[in-house]
């Protein structure tokens, strides 16, 4: 299991990049140490990947274009496929950790075009009612589910026919949250196309940061009305584009702070800031200290 201090994500499409994930098997167990992030929140951003969590101590909060849900510890659940979502520590984020199962849906369907996925795995991953099933140990079948979870964590990848076990206990909980989705799943519907436009034009923001970009430039891009591109933020996003334009500015100035020794003014320019006294002060607004205070700490860590 990989301990995690943060995550990256692809400056194209926003979708979430997992070091040490392999086509000859497409999974990863890793250990989120959330307290060590270098902001008390995780970007919105998606994953091909199923997403099964546990949390092991604090609390985290999910947010996704349909919901918001609440996680404390001891509780846990699943994040859908291709499902935008964000998260956030509500409350104070010392010693909060969460343990994840991360794994491509054909690890379970096998080949393209198999009984197996068309049945089980594809229902519910295209389910357009399911974008998180939260688990509660106050509830017997969702207790099991979330055992099935935590065991699954205590398999040793040293023991001959690992790959084989983990599948096994990853299948029996698919089972689990098959019968708990199968509500959703059953009365059908298509996934918003909002989804598609809005992931592409956090893709193209994200690759022109140090540029301005403007309402209008946006709306060219998705092909639809400037009004339609205000209402494609607030419903999926749930903030209007200069605000999330700005959250993406500010996240890569955090980045670049930690990670490079670049001077502050060189970040504030590459990440669209005017002038590094306005950067400076939108920063401070946003963290409650200045660039290099940020910097200073984050070395600490």
């Not at 995690?4 to 990863?28: K, M, V």
């Not at 939260?134 to 040293?158: C, H, M, T, V, Y």
Request: charge should be negative; charged fraction near 20%.
């Amino acid at each position: 299991m990989q301990n995690i201090r943060g995550i990256e994500l692809n400056d194209a499409s926003r979708e979430e990049l997992l070091p040490g994930f392999s086509a000859d098997f497409p999974y990863i167990a890793t250990r989120a140490e959330l307290d060590k992030y270098s902001e008390p929140f995780v970007p919105w951003h998606w994953h091909r990947t199923v997403e099964l969590f546990y949390m092991e101590s604090g609390t985290l909060e999910y947010t996704t274009p349909n919901g918001k849900w609440v996680f404390p510890a001891g509780t846990g659940g699943m994040v859908n496929s291709n499902v935008l979502h964000s998260s956030a520590f509500p409350n104070s984020r010392e010693g909060s950790t969460q343990l994840l199962h991360l794994f491509d849906p054909s690890l379970l369907a096998g080949e393209h075009g198999s009984r197996m996925g068309a049945k089980y795995i594809f229902p519910l991953t295209t389910a357009p009612g399911v974008e998180i099933i939260p688990l509660s140990p106050e509830d017997p079948a969702q207790k099991a589910i979330l055992n099935r979870i935590l065991g699954a964590f205590e398999l040793s990848e040293e023991e001959w026919g690992y790959e084989f076990r983990l599948r096994e206990a990853l299948t029996h909980i698919w089972l689990g949250l098959y019968e708990l989705a199968r509500p959703a799943i059953e009365r059908g519907g298509q996934r918003d196309a909002g989804d598609v436009q809005i992931k592409l034009l956090m893709g193209y923001i994200q690759e022109h940061l140090s540029e301005p970009i403007s309402v209008d430039q946006l709306a060219q891009i998705a092909h639809i009305s400037r009004r339609a591109c205000f209402r494609l933020f607030q419903d999926t996003l749930h903030m209007p584009p200069a605000a999330y334009i700005q959250s993406c500015r500010l996240q890569k100035a955090c980045q670049l702070l930690t990670k490079t020794n670049d001077p502050v003014t060189q970040i504030a320019f590459s990440c669209g800031f005017g002038s590094s006294s306005y950067f400076g002060k939108t920063f401070h607004e946003k963290y409650g200290c200045s660039p290099l205070a940020y910097r200073n700490r984050m070395a600490r860590l």
